[in-house]
């Protein structure tokens, strides 16, 4: 076996360790890193409380050192492991695995920022990964094709949905403009119609007179039945695009690092590289 043939080797069983979630090695790096993933965001909180980092600060600092440089040594892993490293760095996991990286660091210059750690909490998306048994993948990759699908409907619905706020707030600042309910202007009073329509209520500003409680009264009900337009959508594409589904595994490519390949998959559907065994 020549010396290219070994490297390719290592490499091509690095990359299915590391992205692959079909294989027990896979499997167990995946588990790993998110209970340390977990851990290095429960010391990061725990480090927040003033009375904990006064006791054990040494040993979170110590043991969140050695997490990033264990986070430092996968991220430059997953750089080697591929064909093309730029697919990954410039990926959406490649830069949240750098920004989860990168804050400790910059902890040495710039007080605080070590916090920023928390953003780790996104590479638990990872779990779908993991979790893998088709179902959760296929599910999570529908629902995200749904959303693009709806995303011309969604928009047209938000666009009027913000139209009918500066409407209702226009006629709250009529109604209630000479009371001290708080519709001192008509910014504020559209602010107040999103509030109310949207469910939320502050309750900071309220309506004063009969007929601006009776017109709050029909935005609340409003409300209610707007929420559900968007979830509407989205279903209905989730239900169409359920009719010509496919099962789909976790094998990456080691080209273009695309993951959603149907099941018993030779070649990468994308780019047509010939996918690890």
Not at 58 to 65: I, V
Not at 120 to 135: D, E, N, Q, S, V
Not at 148 to 165: E, G, P, Q, R
Not at 218 to 228: F, K, R
Request: proline share 3%; charged share 20%.
């Amino acid at each position: 076996m020549t010396k290219s043939t070994q490297k390719s080797n290592w490499k091509s069983r690095l990359h299915e360790v590391i992205y692959e979630a079909d294989t027990p090695a896979g499997r167990l790096f995946d588990v790993v890193l998110l209970i340390v993933i977990i851990i290095s965001i429960i010391f990061v909180m725990l480090e927040s409380v003033e009375w904990i980092d006064k006791e054990y600060h040494d040993f979170l600092n110590t043991t969140e050192w050695i997490i990033t440089i264990l986070f430092t040594l996968e991220y430059l892993a997953r750089i080697v492991s591929v064909k093309n490293p730029k697919k990954y760095i410039f990926s959406f996991y490649g830069i949240i695995d750098l920004l989860s990286t990168i804050p400790k660091y910059l902890s040495l210059f710039l007080v605080g920022s070590h916090h920023l750690v928390a953003l780790r909490a996104l590479r638990l998306l990872r779990i779908f990964r993991i979790l893998k048994l088709t179902r959760y993948i296929g599910e999570s990759t529908n629902f995200v094709r749904s959303l693009k699908a709806s995303k011309a409907k969604i928009s047209v619905f938000l666009f009027a949905v913000v139209i009918l706020c500066v409407i209702l707030g226009t006629v709250m600042y009529l109604v209630e403009g000479n009371s001290d309910s708080g519709f001192t202007s008509i910014p504020r009073s559209v602010y107040w119609a999103i509030v109310t329509l949207t469910t939320v209520g502050y309750g900071d500003i309220a309506p004063a007179t009969p007929l601006g409680q009776l017109i709050a009264s029909l935005i609340m009900i409003m409300g209610y039945g707007i929420i559900a337009v968007p979830t509407g959508i989205v279903t209905s594409e989730m239900t169409k695009i359920r009719k010509h589904e496919v099962q789909i595994n976790t094998q990456s490519c080691p080209n273009c690092l695309e993951d959603k390949h149907k099941d018993n998959a030779i070649f990468c559907h994308k780019c047509g590289n010939k996918l690890n065994p």
